[in-house]
Structures are given as structure tokens and as C-alpha cells.
């Protein structure tokens, strides 16, 4: 498996290979990574030679049969006045591992590669994506941006096989781990405390998802303030809390106590409430705001986060905790 630099590295020089499956748990670096592959090609031949697709887009068997196509056809033509053709494919665990519910439109669950019925064609879409994988043209770099993939599925086993993969989740060590949120924190012009940034790193780990997710909150919370302190750290990231009473959630929204409302965030996603159900509640709590300005924000911002959990922005439980500490901002 490769580091995120390393590939940067391969980037840089004009050195890419044919196949790539970007993982982890960070989407932003993810998809940062994914649009970074363009700059393979001469910025003047890039429309000829770079495409990029969302797989999300697809949200049927019909539908990914038809992308799948359009991938490997593009795949398999030849770059224009250029060393290489760039095709990136973001969302690439709706195509790569679709989830196993009768989404098409008939109603018939997705067959499986390899499984023929009487009628079926000498090879399947999957099957041609599979053989691809298995034999790509050297003379394209095909990128898959993905998200959490079924590791039982064919397709998956030979890209992880066959494919560069990219740890995007994972920072090498604390002392990077460190350095990455120092310089995060600087695009806000904030500083970190020694004692928080300790405190910090010993709740989230190396994972740079969960380190980009909860310093988004401490940068929203410690708003107005010049350093992030350990008491920030210690309301927003450490506490675990059982769910409260039912009201518990909207009185700490109405008296703009973040660290409460985060509690009750927290313990709602742990005791199995759905992120739709908890929405409702934030969206409740809104209403009764005061004053108007303030209702007007909040429901503002309770629509940007239903958009956002429907399109898949982020994980629910992220974009919830930061539509509370938008909320409870004064």
C-alpha cells in the first residue's frame, strides 16, 4: 500500500501507473488526491485528456452497466498530443460495491459476475470491468476514488490486487499527526495549546478523517478566540454521555451550549437513532431559536446539512455535530 506523498511524488514527476484505488476514511483527502492526477497532463491538453466521473450518479444496475462502458471505452482510447490519458472515478464504491438492495428499476436484484442466466451476453459489464482490471491500458492512469468497499466482491479483490492502493485515512505518526493540524489550524489563524493538541491526538489516533472532523468543530467552536485550549478539547472530543431526556437535546441548542448539544449528538447516534430522526430534532429546536436572525441561520443551516447527508458530504454523525456548534454559535 502507498502513502499519500508517495503518490503525490509519482504525480509530480509524470510517473503514474494504469490503475488506483484511493481508500480510507478521509474523504477530503480522498478527493483531493483524485483531482490532484489532472496535473499529469500539460494544463493546456487537459480537456482532451482528463474526464472524471461519479459513480454516485449511477443508481441502478442499468445505470452502472452504462457507466462502466463509457469507462472503459474512454479507457481504452488513446491520450490526444499527450503521454497519458487521466480518468478519475469518484464515489467509486457505489460501481465498485453497490449495495446488495433491489434498487433497479425493475425491481430484480443486481446478478452477480459470472453468473449467467439463459440469455445472458458472452460477458457481463462487470465482467469486461473485471478483465480490465486484470489487463489495463498502459497508457491511461484510471483512478477509483472510494469509500468503505465489500472486500468479498470479485471485482474489488482484483483491483486491490492489481491497483496501486492509496491510504487516504491515515497519517504515519503522531509527530505528523501534529504537524498537520498545526498547519490546519494556521489557515484560520489559530493556534493549539500543547496540553490540547496532546489531548486531541490521544482521542482521535492517527486517523486523519476523525482529526480533520473534530478540529472542523474546535475551529467553529473556538470562533473569535485565538488558541484552542484544552477545556475546548475536553468539551468537544472527550466527553461520551448517555442520552438525556427528550428535550434535552433542544434546551442546549436554545441556551447555545455546544458541548451539551454534542453530548446528546453523540449518545442519540450511539443508542442506534437513525441521523433523519435526530435531523428532526435539531430542526425542532430551531424553530424555537430567538431571535429571528438567529431562527432564520438555523433553519438556513439545518437544510445545508439534510442536503448534505442525502448527497453523501460527509458521514452523518460529522455533519450533525457541526450543524450543532453552528447553531449554538452566538
Do not use: W
Given at each position: 500500500?502507498?502513502?499519500?506523498?508517495?503518490?503525490?511524488?509519482?504525480?509530480?514527476?509524470?510517473?503514474?501507473?494504469?490503475?488506483?484505488?484511493?481508500?480510507?476514511?478521509?474523504?477530503?483527502?480522498?478527493?483531493?488526491?483524485?483531482?490532484?492526477?489532472?496535473?499529469?497532463?500539460?494544463?493546456?491538453?487537459?480537456?482532451f485528456n482528463v474526464q472524471s466521473f461519479y459513480a454516485n450518479e449511477a443508481t441502478n444496475t442499468s445505470g452502472r452497466d452504462q457507466l462502466i462502458g463509457t469507462l472503459l471505452s474512454n479507457a481504452r482510447t488513446l491520450p490526444m498530443m499527450a503521454p497519458r490519458r487521466v480518468i478519475v472515478v469518484h464515489e467509486a464504491?457505489?460501481?465498485?460495491?453497490?449495495?446488495?438492495?433491489?434498487?433497479?428499476?425493475?425491481?430484480?436484484?443486481?446478478p452477480e459476475p459470472g453468473k449467467k442466466g439463459k440469455r445472458a451476453p458472452a460477458m457481463t459489464p462487470a465482467e469486461e470491468l473485471e478483465a480490465y482490471i486484470e489487463n489495463p491500458e498502459p497508457m491511461t492512469t484510471l483512478v477509483f476514488v472510494s469509500g468503505p468497499l465489500d472486500a468479498n466482491r470479485r471485482v474489488v479483490k482484483l483491483l486491490r490486487k492489481h491497483a496501486d492502493v492509496v491510504d487516504c485515512g491515515s497519517l504515519a505518526n503522531p509527530r505528523e499527526a501534529a504537524m498537520w493540524v498545526t498547519k490546519r489550524l494556521e489557515k484560520d489563524e489559530?493556534?493549539?495549546?500543547?496540553?490540547?493538541?496532546?489531548?486531541?491526538?490521544?482521542?482521535?489516533?492517527?486517523?486523519?478523517?476523525?482529526?480533520?472532523?473534530?478540529?472542523?468543530?474546535?475551529?467553529?467552536?473556538?470562533?473569535?478566540?485565538?488558541?484552542?485550549?484544552?477545556?475546548h478539547v475536553k468539551d468537544l472530543v472527550i466527553p461520551q454521555?448517555?442520552?438525556?431526556?427528550?428535550?434535552?437535546?433542544m434546551d442546549a441548542i436554545r441556551d447555545s451550549n455546544a458541548a451539551s448539544a454534542l453530548?446528546?449528538?453523540?449518545?442519540?447516534?450511539?443508542?442506534?437513532?437513525?441521523?433523519?430522526?435526530?435531523?428532526?430534532?435539531?430542526?425542532?429546536?430551531?424553530?424555537?431559536?430567538?431571535?429571528?436572525?438567529?431562527?432564520?441561520?438555523?433553519?438556513?443551516?439545518?437544510?445545508?446539512?439534510?442536503?448534505?447527508?442525502?448527497?453523501?458530504?460527509?458521514?452523518?454523525?460529522?455533519?450533525?455535530?457541526?450543524?450543532?456548534?453552528?447553531?449554538?454559535?452566538?
Open positions: 500500500m502507498s502513502t499519500v506523498a508517495e503518490i503525490k511524488k509519482q504525480i509530480k514527476g509524470g510517473k503514474t501507473g494504469p490503475l488506483y484505488l484511493l481508500e480510507g476514511d478521509d474523504l477530503q483527502s480522498r478527493h483531493d488526491l483524485g483531482i490532484e492526477f489532472a496535473n499529469v497532463v500539460d494544463e493546456g491538453l487537459q480537456a464504491d457505489r460501481l465498485l460495491a453497490p449495495k446488495r438492495v433491489k434498487d433497479d428499476e425493475d425491481g430484480a436484484a443486481e489559530l493556534q493549539i495549546e500543547p496540553k490540547a493538541l496532546s489531548l486531541l491526538l490521544n482521542t482521535t489516533g492517527v486517523s486523519l478523517g476523525r482529526i480533520r472532523a473534530e478540529v472542523d468543530k474546535l475551529v467553529l467552536y473556538a470562533a473569535g478566540e485565538s488558541t484552542i485550549t484544552a477545556a454521555n448517555e442520552p438525556g431526556e427528550v428535550f434535552a437535546l453530548r446528546e449528538v453523540s449518545a442519540l447516534i450511539d443508542a442506534g437513532i437513525q441521523p433523519p430522526m435526530i435531523l428532526g430534532q435539531l430542526r425542532a429546536a430551531t424553530i424555537r431559536l430567538r431571535p429571528d436572525s438567529r431562527l432564520t441561520k438555523g433553519l438556513e443551516a439545518v437544510f445545508r446539512t439534510d442536503v448534505a447527508i442525502k448527497s453523501s458530504a460527509g458521514t452523518p454523525q460529522y455533519l450533525l455535530e457541526c450543524l450543532v456548534v453552528e447553531l449554538c454559535a452566538r
